[in-house]
Each structure stands twice: as C-alpha cells, then as structure tokens.
C-alpha cells in the first residue's frame, strides 16, 4: 500500500505516455479537401479538380460542394465525378456577381463534411453580394468517426503537438525546481540541495534539446518552402519563441561550464546558485517582455489564432492535456532517479 | 553607514583606476582600433538599422572588456583586505556605479568616435535626446549585468571566456530592447512612441540591480 501511495504518479505518467502515444499514431486524420485546380473561378462555367487527402471517395456516394464566403452560400457543385479515391471534379457555374474574394469551401458526403478556408478564389466585375444559392444536401453522418484535424499547411504534422510543445512546459517546470534548489542552497547550504539543482539543470537541457529537434522538424515541414529534407534552410527561423528557446540553452549550458570551471564542491555549489537565480529571473523577463514588442510565427502571436480559436479543437484538447501532464511527471521521475544516482556516487566518494 | 562606506568605495577605486592609466587607455584604444577596422570595411552604411547594430555590437565588446577586470585585483591580498572592511553589498553598488560612470564615458565617446568614421545617410532625422536615453539605459544594464556576472566569473581561471559565456545569453533581452528603442530614435520617434522600451528597460535594471545587491553577499562570502 505505501508502494503505491509513493507510486501512483508513475503509473499515472506511462498511462498518459502511452495514451498520448497511441492517440498520436494511430488515429487518422480527418478528410479535408487540400488543393483546387485551378484556384481561381472565372464567370462562367470552370470546371474545377479538387485534390483532398484521406477523403476515400466513391463513386456512387452522394456528394455536395459549396463555396461559400462570410457564411453565406455562393456557389453550388454540379457535375461532380469522382476520379479516385482522393480526387474528384466538379463544375461551378459564376454569375458575373460575385464579389471578388478568397472563398471557403465546404464538402458534405454521408460519411463527413470538410471546410477548407481560403481554398479558392474567385474574379468577377461586379463588387455586389450573389444570391444566396441553396445546395440540395445530403443527410449527414449520424456518428462523426474519431479523428484528428487536417489543417492546411499543418497536415500530418498536427501531432508533433503532443512532443514539441510539453518539452517546453515540461523543461520550464524543471527549470523551475532547479532555480527552487538554489534558493534553498543558499539558505541552508546543504549540498543535497545543489545536487538536485545540478541534476535539474542536466534533465532540463535533454527536454530543451528535444524540443529544439521537434520544433525544428515542425517549422521545417510547416513555415518553410525548402520541404527537401537534405537542405539546410528552413530548419531555423528568425522568431522571438524561437530566440527565447536558444537562449534557455546558453545559458543552462554556460551553467554546466561554470560548474566545471570551479574545483572546490563549496564554492561550485554557491557560485552556480548565485548564476543559477541571476540567469533564471532575466529569463523569464525575456520569455514574459520580448513577445510583446515583437511578433512571432507561433499561434497566438502577432495576429495568429491562438490555440484556442480552432488550432486546438476538442478531440486534441482531449490529448494534449494528458500528454503535458505525462511529459511533466515523466521529467520529475528522471529528476529523482537522477537525483538518487548523484547521492549514491556521491556517498562512494566520501568513503 | 551604507552612504559613507559607498563614498569612500567609490575614491578607492577612482585612485586605483588613476593610479593605473594604462588600463583606461587600453580600453579607450581598443573602441577606436575596432571602429577604424570596421570603417575600413564599410565607410558608409546606407542602411540605418545595420548601423545601429554595428554600433551596438561595438559597445557590447567594448564593455565586456572595459568590466571583466571588475574583480581582478581582488585576488591580491591587500585588496582583500580592505574589501572585508566593507559590506558586500556597498561593494556591490559602489562596483556597479563605477561600471556605469566608466561605461557611459565609454559609449559617449564610442558614438562620436563612430559618427566621426562610419557615415550613414539616414541619420538627418535622427531623434539625439531619446537616442541618448536609449544608450543611456542600454549600457547601464550592459554595466550592471556585466558587473555581476564578472564577479561570478572571478571565482575561476578563465575570466574573460566565462564572463563572455555567462553575460551574453542574459544581456541579449536588453541587448534587443536596446537596438529597437535606438532604432526607434534615429528614425525620428518621440518620446511618447518609446514608452514601453523606457518602462520595459528600466524594470529590466531594477531588477540586476535588485538582483545583485540580493545575491552578491553570497559570492563574497566564499
């Protein structure tokens, strides 16, 4: 009983992992028309490939296309022919009134209906509101199938959510246990407590350097166009999270050359204490004031949505919670099995 | 007691630094060398904010250098003496004060120095008071940060490495700040679009300088 009692967060960390895990890999991406071809409508008739991505269309299914702009229908579907599994075409017929915009495109079928933002434009001379055309529509799915979203651009890199952004929540939680410790060395100078920060430090840098390789996959594959994985470019922007994120790891790195640049165990453990909350404190100044004068590429930043708009809709809500918690109590039990290594060698040494 | 302590701190380290001329002069020889080799590289920058940089680092090595012997002398003995005889803290603050006079005299001259080498076209509407401020502000967190961290590199070999290493990650916020907020005044802003660099920079120096004086005591005790 008492095993369990000290152990419970444990088991609750591999559960969260392994959910966490599990959800990432295996459940599919929702449907979601990716391109038109061409993207843009001319009055008249414009006969219109769209290309999605995991849809599975077939033949006899009914399917519906409208095109719509500030939630008003514009245009209907006809002639829709399903080429293949993800393709189909489809006929828009425009009147030369429709206003000269960047349109949405929503697809219905029995199985799931798809909105694309921003998918298509279209052309016309006159700057005037069209009818309001009604598409005949088929019933909807009763039961919406378990998935993740498709956005445009993020596509199947949606789940890097579930490992790059804990990494960084979970490193900030052990850098703050570590800037805990100095505190408390230097209140008590006990050497148990600087070993704890040390050990802190070691942990928080892996987290921030696997958060650097998640994130630099991510922005690879989302904010550049050099997609080539043997090409230098794309994998660093020039963004203020992204500055934030170098700097964490200078500093925490000059924290271990520090350390090793001192040879007496007291005076290694006061001095880094003292660079330990120096260097903490005006990180969080940087983490807190720079994003406020400067815009960044990440959600919620300079005009992005935030998570909460529609990045992070419900289905991955129900993930990336369990997943920071996961990630979290999995960086504290390293910490205590690290911290519980350093007093073993450190008990050896003194005997 | 903290007031007396701090003047007489402040006249040691004045006939010290008297005393020794060659390291002020070193200093100032070291901006102006670095200011003719960049001159020589570019002697006219049409672009306005690579000459605010250009500037800013400058100053940042300058200050580096001019503040990483901060806590030199206080290896020889004699030194250590009469620094027991004060409370850290006074040192620490008397420290930091004589960093920002020096650095301040540095940067002035740094800026004339530069004006006078590396022209730029765009600096007709250029705003000098607020300018002024923003380097004002700059190097005094520059100076303090430097001072602090300078003290913590003492404790090892390698000074002027580890003090490189240890300050440039932390100073790069005020670093930033700085290079906006100049920006900002030489492209001609006023006072009131620069609010958020002032309040921002100066919470940034409250907090060194509260910092220090917090954790000095620590490092002096060792």
């Known amino acids: 009983m008492k095993t369990v009692k000290q152990h419970w967060w444990k088991a609750l960390s591999v559960i969260l992992l392994v959910y966490t895990f599990g959800f990432s890999f295996l459940v599919p991406l929702s449907p979601s028309i990716k391109s038109a071809t061409p993207s843009s409508l001319e009055i008249g008739e414009n006969k219109v490939i769209l290309t999605g991505y995991n849809t599975g269309f077939t033949a006899d299914e009914p399917i519906h296309i409208a095109i719509e702009y500030d939630k008003q229908t514009l245009l209907c579907g006809t002639a829709i022919s399903v080429l293949n599994e993800n393709q189909i075409e489809a006929s828009f017929t425009v009147p030369d009134s429709l206003p000269s915009k960047v349109l949405h495109l929503r697809l219905h079928t029995t199985r799931f209906s798809c909105f694309s933002p921003e998918l298509i434009k279209a052309f016309s001379i006159v700057e005037a509101p069209a009818d309001d055309a009604q598409c005949s529509s088929p019933p909807l799915a009763s039961s919406v199938p378990l998935d993740i979203p498709n956005r445009l651009q993020l596509n199947e890199t949606i789940r890097n959510l579930m490992f790059h952004v804990p990494m960084w929540f979970t490193m900030m939680v052990i850098l703050s246990i570590s800037f805990w410790y100095s505190i408390k060395y230097l209140n008590t100078f006990d050497l148990r407590y600087d070993r704890i920060a040390r050990e802190a430090v070691n942990i928080g840098l892996l987290f921030a350097a696997l958060g650097l390789v998640t994130g630099s996959i991510w922005a690879k594959f989302t904010w550049s166009e050099h997609t080539d994985l043997f090409t230098t470019s794309g994998w660093w922007v020039n963004d203020v999270k992204l500055n934030g994120a170098a700097i964490t790891t200078l500093i925490y790195l000059a924290y271990r050359i520090l350390r090793n640049s001192l040879q007496e165990a007291n005076q290694k453990a006061k001095v880094s204490a003292v660079y330990n909350i120096f260097a903490f404190v005006l990180m969080l100044v940087f983490i807190m004031i720079l994003p406020r004068i400067t815009d960044s590429l990440h959600p919620g930043n300079g005009g992005n949505p935030a998570f909460g708009k529609y990045d992070l809709d419900s289905t991955l809500r129900k993930v990336f919670y369990p997943a920071v918690v996961g990630w979290i109590l999995l960086g504290i039990w390293m910490l205590s099995l690290k911290k519980r290594i350093s007093t073993l060698e450190n008990n050896l040494e003194d005997e | ?222």
């Open chain 2, 1 to 222: 007691m903290f007031a007396k302590q701090l003047v007489n701190l402040l006249k040691h380290e004045l006939t010290l630094e008297m005393k020794q001329k060659h390291f002020i002069s070193s200093i100032v020889l070291y901006i102006v060398s670095t200011i003719f080799v960049c001159s020589l590289s570019f002697t006219s920058i049409s672009e306005t904010s690579i000459w605010n940089a250009l500037f800013w680092i400058i100053i940042l090595f300058s200050l580096t250098n001019a503040i990483s012997k901060s806590f030199l002398n206080e290896n020889s003995d004699k030194q250590l003496f009469l620094y027991t005889l004060i409370n850290p803290r006074v040192l620490i603050v008397g420290k930091i004060l004589y960093n920002l006079v020096l650095s301040i005299l540095l940067v002035v001259l740094s800026f004339v120095v530069f004006t006078i080498f590396i022209q730029s076209d765009g600096l007709t509407d250029m705003n000098y008071w607020l300018f002024f401020l923003a380097v004002i502000l700059g190097s005094t967190s520059l100076s303090s940060t430097l001072t602090m961290v300078s003290a913590i590199a003492s404790k090892t070999n390698n000074n002027i490495g580890i003090l490189s290493i240890l300050a440039f990650p932390i100073l790069i916020p005020s670093i930033l700040l700085s290079i906006e907020f100049s920006n900002l005044a030489i492209n001609g802003g006023t006072t009131e679009m620069a609010g958020q660099f002032i309040v921002f920079l100066s919470l940034i120096n409250l907090l060194i300088i509260i910092l220090s004086f917090l954790l000095f005591p620590y490092l002096w005790r060792e």
